[in-house]
C-alpha cells in the first residue's frame, strides 16, 4: 500500500540535498566522469537519514548543459556513478533533480527558484514547509528560507568562502552552519525531526 493511503493527508519533510559541494566536490563545471567525486563521508551520512526514515531528495544545478559544455547524458552518468557509491554504503536517494538550464531559459526550476522543490513534494508527497535544505551556496539557504524549510550551509565546497566573505552581507543567516554533510545529518537527527 503506498504511504500516502496508508496515511492519509499526513506529508512527509524531507531532506534537501545540494550536490556539488555538499555531497560530491565542487570542481566548477563538473564536464567529465572522472571530476565526480563523492565524498567519503556522503554514503554513512545519508544512510543514517535512510534510517531515520527521512526521505532525502537532490536538487542541482547543471546549466553546463545550457552552456553545451556537456551533455545531459553525463549528468545522468554521474547520478548513475552516485546512486552506485552510496548502495555500496547501504544508503539511497529518494528523489534526483536537476536543472539544465540557464537563468536566460526563464524556467521555474534554476536555484534558487522553488521549481524542483515543488516539483519533488507533488511526486513524493512531500512537505517543503519544515523539510531541511542542506547546502555550500547562500543562494540555495536563501530558497529554502523563502520555501519555509530550516536551512543548513556546509562548509565544503564554495561553503567556507561564502561564510568568510559574504556572510555579513546576508539578509538571513542559515539556522546552522557545520562543516560538512556528516555534521549536517548529526544536526537535523539531534534538533530537527
Ligand atoms: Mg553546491
Ligand atoms: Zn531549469
Given amino acids: 500500500m503506498c504511504s500516502a493511503r496508508a496515511n492519509p493527508g499526513k506529508k512527509r519533510r524531507a531532506v534537501f540535498l545540494d550536490r556539488d559541494g555538499t555531497i560530491a ?28 526514515g527521512m ?5 542541482t ?59 519533488a513534494a507533488r511526486e513524493h508527497d512531500l512537505e517543503i514547509r519544515g523539510s531541511v535544505l542542506v547546502s555550500d551556496r547562500y543562494n540555495d539557504i536563501q530558497m529554502g528560507h523563502s520555501a ?7 562548509l565544503s565546497g564554495y561553503g567556507r568562502g561564502e561564510y568568510q566573505w559574504n556572510r555579513p552581507k546576508w539578509p538571513r543567516q542559515p539556522d546552522h552552519v557545520v562543516e560538512n554533510l556528516a555534521d549536517a545529518v548529526e544536526v537535523i537527527l539531534k534538533e530537527m525531526r
Avoid at 526521505?55 to 536538487?59: A, K, L, N, Y
Avoid at 557509491?85 to 534526483?96: F, R, T, W
Fill in 148 to 154: 519555509g524549510c530550516r536551512t543548513i550551509l556546509v
Fill in 61 to 119: 544545478n547543471q546549466s553546463g548543459v545550457a552552456r553545451g559544455f556537456f551533455p545531459q547524458s553525463l549528468v545522468l552518468e554521474m547520478h548513475e556513478k552516485m546512486a552506485q557509491e552510496l548502495a555500496a554504503g547501504g544508503a539511497h536517494v529518494d528523489g534526483m533533480y536537476y536543472c539544465p538550464h540557464i537563468r536566460d531559459d526563464g524556467c521555474s526550476c534554476r536555484k534558487p527558484l522553488p521549481g524542483m522543490l515543488e516539483q
Fill in 55 to 59: 526521505p532525502v531528495i537532490v536538487v
Fill in 25 to 52: 566536490e565542487e570542481v566548477g563545471y563538473a564536464n567529465h566522469i572522472s571530476r565526480f567525486v563523492v565524498y567519503p563521508f556522503a554514503a554513512a551520512a545519508i544512510k543514517r537519514l535512510n534510517d531515520a
